[in-house]
């Protein structure tokens, strides 16, 4: 199993990018996706997530409202587009697939579990700075 986020680049305050993991070895519409960013000397985040199926999203508080979180089960790929980009958006972004067969997102003391999340990909640096 492979997963590949790419996508990332430099971008400025207000602006869009679109991130994309594709997969080999695991056909994405049967678990859960989550896309998880860390930036430097921070904890990983969990930014959002699409349950199996295409079926319930999550959105962390952050980034709620701005990203959107979407599956092309033709191309097996999971997108991640973000808007109205803030500087506190950098970090570098991971997509990570939860490998219970027919997983939904699982949030625990309100975040994404992590945890719960088998395949992950190599991350794609995102930076938002004028």
């Known amino acids: 199993v492979q997963l590949q986020a790419s996508g990332g680049g430099l971008v400025q305050p207000g602006g869009s990018l679109r991130l994309s993991c594709a997969a080999s070895?695991?056909?994405?519409?049967?678990?859960?996706i989550g896309w998880f960013r860390q930036a430097p000397g921070k904890e990983r985040e969990g930014v959002s997530c699409?349950?199996?199926?295409?079926?319930?999203?999550y959105y962390a508080d952050s980034v709620k409202g701005r990203f959107t979180i979407s599956r092309d089960n033709a191309k097996n790929t999971v997108y991640l587009e973000m808007s109205s980009l803030k500087p506190e958006d950098t970090a570098v972004y991971y997509c990570a697939a939860d490998g219970r067969f027919g997983s939904r997102c699982t949030v625990v003391a309100g975040t994404l579990a992590g945890f719960l999340y088998d395949y992950w990909g190599q991350g794609t640096l995102v930076t938002v700075s004028s």
């Open positions: 070895g695991i056909i994405l519409d049967d678990y859960a």
């Open positions: 699409i349950s199996s199926s295409a079926g319930s999203t």
